[in-house]
């Protein structure tokens, strides 16, 4: 059972009565709840949960309560901008930036080639635009290089999907947490980045005392503190543990071998590449006590309902698409999959990077087609009116890569839309002047951070102020009517697309314009036709049904107009080779399988077991750098802060970064809590203050990425390496090695000095001088010595967001 | 197929000698460089003989040449991810690894060249599925 009850969350500012209400669907993260938008005077005045949805009843988190304000910012961009020969931005008008970037991509091309021009767009936008960027991107300009920040927070959970089932869409959904009897969150912090989500999940277990829950996290997260079982392993050791984990479950015969006889493929490989991990050996690696791991494996070896949840600490860390094809194994060697209350949730990292995976804006071809096989590109061919020969073949290149091919300089012009790279990529040094080589078109409502690389700056609506559809994490299609016109002389991200594509002139084989739609919803009605039949047919949607029965979750088609709870409940996997949207890659180098490679396998309708094979975090820490850092979200603010940090509200709670660090190892360097110390890696440094505690383990530190402005040293992502998982090609952000530096005066004392007076002098308190140089608190002072002053010492308090607790 | 022949005979050449040179490195990303290496040369070992029949379709040896490429293209990338590794932890082998990664920029061009005969041989529809768009030659 779902809610028992709806709770209207509501973040209104006005005078006076809202004139109306308009249907839409949040737009921060990816649980997807239905809202409506409050309008005054044409103007956006506030949000309510929408209390007839299903996945939300009327609740909205803190960040999608407080979304409203970027619209209403002083500081939109009005007018696009062009870098002029000063080096300054300066305003243009829309003829004059768009007629800049024809040219300059037809220059391009015709300079480097097909594959020269790159966009690069978001998870936050409408299935409308990606579809519109994948046609464009295939058909029009013949790139390969359509890739979208869907790579830094989701690619893993496309590529897993593709490994153990054929085709993307992920099998369980929010019903089936709603049932099962255990619910294990790995690398996901429930509480902090899908609050809504997590208040079902407690509201159900106070009353009924279930889902049992197991919480992977090296952190002790919000999340991990419900927990009935918190396995706080060490960064990095994702797939030792779950081999463990599977190993164990295999001994104790907890397996179904009828569901492996017969509906999947590959287990002796699979059972062989767990062998080594024994509970010993599984113990040392995790650090995860072995009582822990018997308790773990018999609460997923004899439940009968298991639904497992991935999102960042899975796909951000190293192995990433190995841990979650081995959630994946370990599902189907119990056969907890395709019925109620069962299966893997690998969730999507922001509103709707799913929608761009699905409808190929990224990755694949739309609607779950294999770019290596010929008849799904004669389908495309067929579907766009375009010539089979001219659609580019093969794997996408991830962004990672293009960064690469912009350094060799391959790539003529990068196209951002919707996103932030100059804060949200690793290893930021290397990304700012890869950037700054390369003519960058920057499509985004304010000035980011990456509009210091941008040429070319293209002002875009903002939620509310655009029509479409958005895809969450479990398969939910969603609509978001339009609320309010943007401010003048602001365009959608589909609006500005049509535009492109009508100025290059793209036109089909018969000459008639390759986009021969005009508004989403037009597109929304050719996207479905190119996904009929295909596994995320939604030939049987509608905006009207959408917003009728509060979004549909695919595929939704004649046979189910309602759409679809879960996937494979008939046990048909989409692993026949003329179905599969991938010949899969090999496991443990990420090399894309032959056409023949995959035939020999002979899957057959049946899902495919990998062998899981360990590989460490590449970097790890050293004498140098002795400690593992990590980064992630906070509750309070969304990705790099473009929309949240324009909340009142949200700024005040969480202005800065910080940095969170053990109780111990704050100890061992006698820091005092809010202590400015500098975190250097070999990429960079940052300054943050210390937030000391136990939410970290002895030798982990956490920095929030959401702060990257170029004022001041507090992005994370100066620090992080730039390695990606072999396979998704997703950044590995969750494992990179540091240390921590004083930032520290020194004063010798003279007569008259006490701690006290030293103290006041350097406006500290008097504890923290203390704790800083170790001294006993009636330590002696002489003349002479030299103490340790701290910069600065502002303590870091962060409210938690609980407030389901009140409620349930 | 005297000069396809020539140009893959090459890039075996290239491929052992960086697989000799960093098979003892035990960083995760130099292990993947290795297995990597191993196979393009155990394909380049199959493909080779069948370079040999200059009467011999594409079909013959689509499957090696299709592993070969898709391997450089992994090398590439996890190389230059090792050679950054190196470089941020100062270790002693990142000159030699800066002129391995030479070697395997050779490969690529020698892949490239490579790609361009087979489609000059049999027509872009046949290598299409083949090759990585990334070796074809530029076509406007």
Known sequence: MSWIDERVDMNVYTQGEVDRWVYSTCNICSVGCGCQIAVKNDKIVGIRGNANHPINRGRLGPKGENQWYANNSTDRLLTPLIRNASGELEPATWDDAMSLIVRKTKETLQQKGANSVAIYSTGQGHLEDYYTIGKIGRAGLHTHLLDANTRLCTATTEFCLLQSFGADGTPASYDDVDETDVLMLFGHNLAETGTVLFERVMQRKKRTGKPYLIVVDPRLTPTAKEADLHLQLYPGTNVPLLNGLIRMIVKSGHIDESFIQNHTIGFNKMLASVEEWTPEKCANVTGIPIEQLETASAALGQTSKLVTTTLQGTFQSADATTACVAINNLHLIRGLIGKPGCGPLHMAGQPSSSANRTVGGVGTYPAHRNPQNPKHLQEMARLWNVEERTLPAGPEKGIEDQISMIERGEIGLFWNIGTNPLVSLPNRPRVKKALESVFVVVQDPFLTETSAVADVVLPAALWGEKEGTMENADRTINLLRKAVDPPEGVKSDFEILLDFARRMDFRDKDGRPLIGYSTPEQCFEEWKSVSRGRPCDMSGITYEKLERHNGLRWPVTEERPLGTPRLYSDLRFHTKADDAQSYTKDQFTGRPLTPSEYAELKPDGRAILHPTRYSPPPEMPTAAYPFWLTTGRLVWHWHTRTKTARSPYLQAIAPNAYVEINVEDAEDLSLVPGELVRIASPRGWIEVPAKIGTTVQKGLIFVPFHYGSWNGRQAANELTADFVDPLSKQPTFKQSACRIEKIRHSHTLTMGDTLQTVADHYRIRLEDLIKANRLSADHAVQVGQTLDIPVSAANVTLPAYMPYLNQV | ?140
């Open chain 2, 1 to 140: 197929m005297a000069e396809l022949t020539i140009t893959f005979e090459a890039v075996w050449a290239s491929a052992i000698q960086v697989e000799r040179a960093i098979r003892e490195a035990d960083n995760p990303l130099a292990k993947l460089c290795v297995t990597v290496l191993s196979e393009q040369v155990q394909q380049l070992e199959r493909l080779l003989p069948k370079l040999a029949d200059e009467g011999a379709a594409l079909e013959v040896g689509k499957r090696e040449i299709s592993i070969v490429y898709h391997d450089d293209e992994l090398i590439d990338s996890y190389f230059r991810s090792w050679l950054r590794h190196l470089k941020w932890s100062e270790d002693p082998f990142e000159p030699e690894a800066e002129r391995l990664l030479t070697v395997l920029e050779e490969m690529k061009s020698n892949l490239k060249e490579a790609a361009r005969l087979l489609e000059d041989r049999f027509g872009y529809d046949a290598v299409k599925y083949v090759i990585p768009f990334f070796y074809m030659p530029i076509h406007h």
